[in-house]
């Protein structure tokens, strides 16, 4: 079955960069949307940004212009680049890959910490 991993997270200062990528054990990028999710302490996971296979994005609006989600195809892989990051970003990411058919195919790594302090 569909797994995912997750890595690149830490803690890095408000205004720096920081790249996650997110590993997927089968081929699914020809049929599913992948996508980066985040959960604060105490706040509902959202949507941070997805890709589906043709290369359409959706990007949160508190994320426009500072992240860019990118997928390789080749390699399994999706990878979410975090700029100018903010104190409000600090979360646990989660990547996702879903099917664009049915919601009963919704996979989910484990997540990893961002931390964005001074």
């Known amino acids: 079955q569909v797994q995912l991993v997750e890595s690149g997270g830490g803690l890095v200062q408000p205004g720096g960069s920081l790249r996650l990528s997110c590993a997927v054990s089968?081929?699914?990028?020809?049929?599913?949307?992948m996508g980066w999710y985040r959960q604060a302490p105490g706040k509902q996971r959202e949507l941070v940004a997805t890709?589906?296979?043709?290369?359409?994005?959706n990007y949160a609006d508190s994320v426009k212009g500072r992240f860019t989600i990118s997928r390789d195809n080749a390699r399994n892989t999706v990878s979410l680049q975090m700029n100018s990051l903010k104190t409000e970003d600090t979360a646990v990411y989660y990547c996702?890959?879903?099917?664009?058919?049915?919601?009963?195919?919704?996979?989910w790594g484990q997540g990893t910490q961002v931390t964005v302090s001074s």
């Open positions: 089968r081929n699914i990028f020809s049929t599913y949307v």
């Open positions: 890709m589906t296979s043709g290369g359409t994005t």
């Open positions: 996702n890959a879903r099917a664009t058919w049915t919601a009963a195919y919704n996979y």
